[in-house]
């Protein structure tokens, strides 16, 4: 375990390969919820108490705090979160139009060479397992 919120434990997840030697390295980051309201749910803070047995403890829970801090900063500038701005509507509505006329230039294809997704169909699927 590297950090803990006041709802959120994130933990340190390490591959050693065959030598011993760090392979690759993970964080999982868990919440704890309450089971009827199912609201973030007050979980006990982390304390280190021997730092002989890992020196950089200290270290990593104070990265920990960084990573939460940007999580919760990606989270609020989300889109999920904020509207499009105006230049960002702007670019969507470009977008949009461009698409418009790239479907009516399909539609007037005369030679059929592009179809329309919308016009497609699967005929066969073909699973191969070597």
């Known amino acids: 375990m590297t950090f803990t919120g006041s709802s959120s434990i994130e933990t340190r997840i390490d591959v050693l ?3 011993g030697r760090l392979y690759c390295s993970a964080f ?3 919440v704890a919820r309450d089971k009827v309201s199912h609201k973030a ?3 006990p803070s982390l ?3 021997d ?3 890992d020196p950089n403890s ?5 990265i920990g705090k960084l990573r939460q801090q940007e999580r919760k ?3 609020k500038n989300s889109v999920y979160s904020i509207p ?3 230049g960002e509507s702007k670019l969507l509505h470009e977008i949009f139009l461009k698409q418009l006329v790239d479907d009516e230039i399909i539609s007037a294809n005369e030679e059929g060479e592009c179809v329309k997704m919308s016009e497609t169909r699967a005929e066969k699927t073909v699973i191969k397992q070597s």
């Not at 200290?58 to 104070?62: E, F, K, T």
Request: glycine share 0%; net charge neutral; proline share 4%.
């Open 28 to 30: 999982y980051v868990m």
């Open 41 to 43: 749910r007050q979980i």
């Open 51 to 53: 730092e002989s047995q």
């Open 47 to 49: 304390q280190v108490k």
């Open 17 to 19: 390969n065959h030598e």
């Open 84 to 86: 499009p701005n105006s």
């Open 73 to 75: 900063n990606s989270l």
């Open 58 to 62: 200290d270290l990593r829970c104070q």
